[in-house]
């Protein structure tokens, strides 16, 4: 009987110590899990994380691009537009185009001890001048010179004094140049700075929302 209940004894440690030792191994085993699922899941986050700020930053630079993008088309089409408008009033009201052409010409004989005119003008109002040349030679009382222009431009007119010393741009592209920075102000007011950070704001508390999300979706263990 005593070796009978001895050998039972050992039994129950045996089977205690192999419970134990069965419970560390699940014990260590489960830490291990963890661990390595916490640097899985670190890592992804961390990769994630990379890749976000990678397109968030190609966003900002794809951004950029397309409103310069969309700012330069816009100007180029205004410019074009009132190019074309301007052209089609001229057609329109030649007459009225005429007398701005001559009261600015008035505008030039009023400088004293001019000589050697020479005026430029585009074919068709070379054309008009020459066909009605008694209206600009009144206006400065003396000989003056046409000359048909070897490029082309809207209207208005180039002259030239005293033999090349003094020289005036009255033509309409040139004007439009001039003006052209009242214009590239007025486009650029739409795509400001302010209005551009606006947008990269929205983006980035997108991005940022994406971050907060795969956190969430990867709960810690």
Known sequence: MYLIEKA??????????????????????TKRIASITTRMRTHFIEA?????NNSLSSAFLDLRENLLTAKSNILDDLKSQIRIRIKKNIEKSYNSYLRYL????????SIKGSKNIVIILNEKDYNHFISNYSKVQSIFNQEIILE???????????????????????????????????IENQVSSIFSDTEIKGFERQLEDY????????????PEL
């Open 8 to 29: 039972e004894e050992e039994i129950k440690e045996l089977n205690q110590k192999a419970l134990i030792q069965k419970a560390n191994i699940r014990k260590n085993y």
């Open 48 to 52: 994630y994380n990379q890749f976000i």
């Open 102 to 109: 001559l009261n600015n010409l008035k505008k030039i004989a």
């Open 148 to 182: 048909k222009s070897t490029e082309e431009f809207i209207g208005g007119f180039k002259i030239i004094l005293n033999e090349g010393e003094i020289a005036y741009d009255y033509t309409i592209d040139t004007l439009l140049l001039k003006n052209s920075l009242i």
């Open 207 to 218: 991005f940022n929302n994406k971050k907060q999300e795969i956190e969430a979706y990867l």
